[in-house]
Structure formats: structure tokens, C-alpha cells
């Protein structure tokens, strides 16, 4: 059954094999690790970002509110169009309610105003009409401006992204 040749044969296949993955083991420790030294006490494989520890470093830049007149007043309908397209999903600009109510001639309209779309009830806790300033603190944040509203959007972050918004939509008669 087993001859010597055969069992020569199995050992040194057995032999090869280890010898094969020594020699990849050797190679991928050469191009990783590289070969000037070894990683002794205190050396890193990685890259090593120094972070302060807690309560020991400056505190986080906070970005200062850029108030309302001042973004209103640099405001560029143009790029506002742009930023619609945050709003395209739910909001249209021919009359048409879609998961939000049409915003053509939403700047001066009263909240809460469209005939045919169920309005959650929480816009009307926190103002009366659609003034630019209320547009711009609602777009900020939604959810905080008005708890309780029907509308899921974030908000955008940006003042002049608001602005901007806001001016173009003034754009859009009613």
C-alpha cells in the first residue's frame, strides 16, 4: 500500500507547504513591518494622533449663531434655488401638496394655511405667519423650533443656506 517512495513523497509535500508558509510569513513581516528594527518599547506599527485628555485640552471652537438680519442681508436667491433641492422631496412649487404642504408664496403666508394638507397643530404654538425670521429659526431646526411638528428634515445647519433658501422662495409668487 505505502511504499517508501509515497511516504517520501507525503513528507516532503508536508515539508514544502511549511517551508511556503514560513517564507510568506517572512516576506509580509518584511513589507509591513519593513526591516530597520523591530516595534520595541514604546514604538507603534501605526500612525499615533496625540489627543489632550479630557478636560485638558481647549475646549471645542463653538460656532458662533450668525443672527437673522445679518445672513438675510447677504442672501442670494440664486443659490437659494440650490439649496431647494433639500426640500424638492416632500415640498412643491406649483400649488400641489405632496408629504408637505407647496411652498409657492410661503413668505407673509399665514402658518398653517393650506387648504388640503393636515397640519400637525405645533406651528401654530410658535407663530402666526411665515415671516422671513420665523422661516429662518424654523429651517435651523424644525423639530426644536416647533416640538411636535409633522415635518422630519434636520434643518440646514448653514445661516446662509437659510438665507439663501428664503430669499428664493420669497421669489415664488403664491
Not at 82 to 88: A, H, I
Not at 150 to 159: D, T
Amino acid at each position: 500500500m505505502f511504499d517508501t517512495m509515497t511516504m517520501t513523497k507525503v513528507v516532503g509535500g508536508l515539508c514544502g507547504t511549511f517551508l511556503v508558509f514560513l517564507l510568506g510569513g517572512w516576506a509580509a513581516e518584511a513589507i509591513y513591518v519593513g526591516s530597520e528594527g523591530g516595534h520595541g518599547e514604546g514604538e507603534h506599527a501605526a500612525y499615533v494622533i496625540e489627543v489632550p485628555e479630557a478636560g485638558t485640552g481647549e475646549a471645542a471652537a463653538v460656532e458662533e449663531e450668525v443672527p437673522f438680519d445679518v445672513a438675510f442681508a447677504a442672501a442670494d436667491a440664486a443659490a437659494g434655488e440650490g439649496v431647494f433641492r433639500n426640500c424638492r422631496s416632500c415640498h412643491a412649487l406649483d400649488g400641489a401638496n405632496g408629504v408637505g404642504p407647496h411652498l409657492d408664496g410661503v413668505v407673509g403666508r399665514a402658518v398653517d394655511a393650506v387648504d388640503g394638507y393636515a397640519y400637525s397643530g405645533a406651528l401654530e404654538q410658535v407663530a402666526e405667519v411665515w415671516s422671513e425670521e420665523n422661516l429662518y429659526n424654523f429651517l435651523q431646526d424644525p423639530a426644536g423650533y416647533a416640538p411636535g411638528t409633522k415635518m422630519s428634515f434636520k434643518g440646514l445647519a448653514k445661516p446662509e443656506d437659510r438665507a439663501n433658501l428664503i430669499a428664493y422662495l420669497a421669489t415664488i409668487p403664491g
